[in-house]
């Protein structure tokens, strides 16, 4: 057999081991560059995630702190209507209540200042009445009915009403409630 020399054209079985040796390793060398790029990827990508995941958490907790800040103030807000449509109540009733006081007010000072003569007559007109009265009536109060739209229905006051019924000046009236609207049979 022939040994390869450099002179017949064929490299020295050495020389192509050395080149196998060499090209292998430089192969090691790019995959290891390529597995390193793989890694840095793959730990670029964790890192991403969980960065994206920590403001995730931070952006849920404060959606949460916002929708409860929203029910507390809307809570607050249900609670002050509440109190101002108390408020407005209470000043419409205070109002009412004074000038219908007012009025009594003034009614008994006309009735002090009444002359013997006209407290006579009052008296004498009203006596009458009273004779001929022997039956009682009464009125059933509806929805939407007033104290005022009652009186006004019977031909008496509203202070003749509540006088007659016993009722102090700031009591409301209830649906089916039984009022006294007078004490004879006359209308």
């Known amino acids: 057999m022939a040994e390869n020399t450099p002179d017949n054209g064929k490299k020295p079985v050495e020389e192509t081991i050395n080149e196998l040796r060499y090209n292998l390793g430089a192969g090691i060398i790019k995959s290891d560059k390529s597995f390193r790029y793989i890694i840095g990827l793959l730990v670029l990508t964790i890192l991403l995630i969980a960065f994206i995941g920590v403001q995730q958490c931070s952006l849920s907790q404060r959606f949460n702190e916002m929708t409860t800040n929203l029910t507390d103030l809307e809570r607050r807000i249900g609670g002050l209507e509440k109190q101002q449509a108390d408020l407005q109540g209470k000043t419409a009733n205070s109002v009412i209540v004074n000038e219908v ?40 109060v509806k929805k939407g009915e007033t104290l005022y739209r009652i009186a006004k229905q019977y031909g008496i006051t509203v202070d003749e009403l509540r006088r007659l019924n016993k009722l102090p000046p700031n009591q409301p009236i209830e649906i089916g409630q039984k009022l006294l609207v007078s004490k004879g049979g006359s209308r």
């Open 101 to 140: 006081e007012t009025l009594a007010s003034k009614v008994s000072e006309l009735e002090k200042r009444m002359t013997p003569s006209q407290a006579d007559k009052k008296a004498t007109t009203e006596s009458p009445k009273q004779s001929k009265a022997v039956k009682k009536r009464y009125h059933e």
